[in-house]
């Protein structure tokens, strides 16, 4: 009999070994730390008590959720584990189940969840529960061992985030940069203190490219390590609309790569909307190329 509970600390460090082996993460850089965990669920303004839960079968754990309230767009998010097995699909309905009622309760517009390209399994859940699918996301990797030299417009220069006095700068410009994007939620002065305080960031790899002492956009990178590899993201890469057209986005870009490989992380991820053409048009003429794709899944309320 599957059990649906709320997240309690005792459970964390066996839902850690829970998440990594699911994940196939175990003993490589990617590996999700204690650390990382608690502070991943903990980012402002949640409440894991109350918005994370825990699937169990006879005591043991197959299944975590997250459902991470956006008010600023009306949207609740749904991230879950699920071991594989016969289970999966009534775990996944009971998640589902929790997300539509936690929604209607907080009188969210719409309900998000992000699934693999392989799992065959929930596409069909959903669909009968009336989701819908509406995006598709590419997952990309740099792993050339040579990457293009870092040419900065005239006029523009570099500098890496002060977390003393660039957390509004990094707030405002976030925000503008991503205002009109798809799932994007305005971030507030507590989320970007948190975010950028969590492992895997550091401030040097949080660059600015700015002109005349005004910021104009920025790369946001982060790392992971593990005994005898690393891998670097390109978490974001913003650039504000007063600035676009200048090829600014691409000099930011490489900038955060440069640092990456600077710290001997030539492995590169990095995340995209495949419908950003701009975007993906430019990951891939640096050299980044498609190595997995997840799809979005919506219910509207």
């Known amino acids: 009999m599957i059990r649906i509970i709320n997240f309690s600390a005792p459970y964390q460090i066996k839902l850690v070994e829970f998440i990594n082996s699911v994940n196939g993460s175990l003993n490589s850089p990617k590996e999700l730390s204690q650390i990382f965990f608690s502070q991943s669920i903990n980012i402002p303004p949640s409440n894991p008590e109350n918005d994370c839960y825990i699937a169990l079968s006879e005591n043991e754990i197959i299944g975590f959720l997250q459902l991470i309230d956006e008010p600023p767009i009306g949207r609740l998010v749904g991230l879950q584990t ?36 392989y799992d065959k399994n929930s596409p069909q859940i959903f669909e009968n529960n009336a989701w819908t699918k509406i995006k ?28 003393k006095k660039d957390v509004k700068t990094l707030m405002e410009l976030q925000n503008q940069s991503f205002g009109t994007h798809w799932g994007f939620s305005p971030n507030d002065i507590k989320q970007i203190e948190y975010r950028t305080q969590m492992e895997r960031t550091s401030e040097q790899g949080i660059i600015f490219i700015e002109k005349d002492g005004e910021i104009a956009g920025y790369n946001w990178t982060m790392e992971s390590r593990s005994d005898d590899s690393a891998i670097g993201w390109v978490a974001m890469t913003g650039v504000h609309p007063k600035y676009r057209g200048l090829r600014l986005g691409r000099a930011v870009v490489l900038a955060g790569m440069h640092y990456l490989i600077s710290q001997n992380i030539p492995n590169i991820e990095l995340e995209v909307d495949s419908e950003n053409i701009p975007a993906t048009n430019l990951y891939e003429s640096i050299g980044f190329k498609k190595v997995d794709q997840t799809y979005w899944y919506q219910k509207d309320l």
Do not use: C, M
């Open 82 to 117: 699920i071991k594989r097995g016969p289970e999966f699909g009534d775990v996944l309905q009971k998640f589902i189940d929790l997300a539509v009622e936690k929604g209607s309760k907080i009188k969210a517009k719409v309900i998000n969840f992000q699934i693999s390209q």
């Open 136 to 163: 598709t996301y590419w997952n990309l990797r740099f792993t050339n061992p040579e990457i293009e030299d870092l040419v900065l417009p005239q006029g523009y220069s570099l500098r890496h985030f002060d977390y």
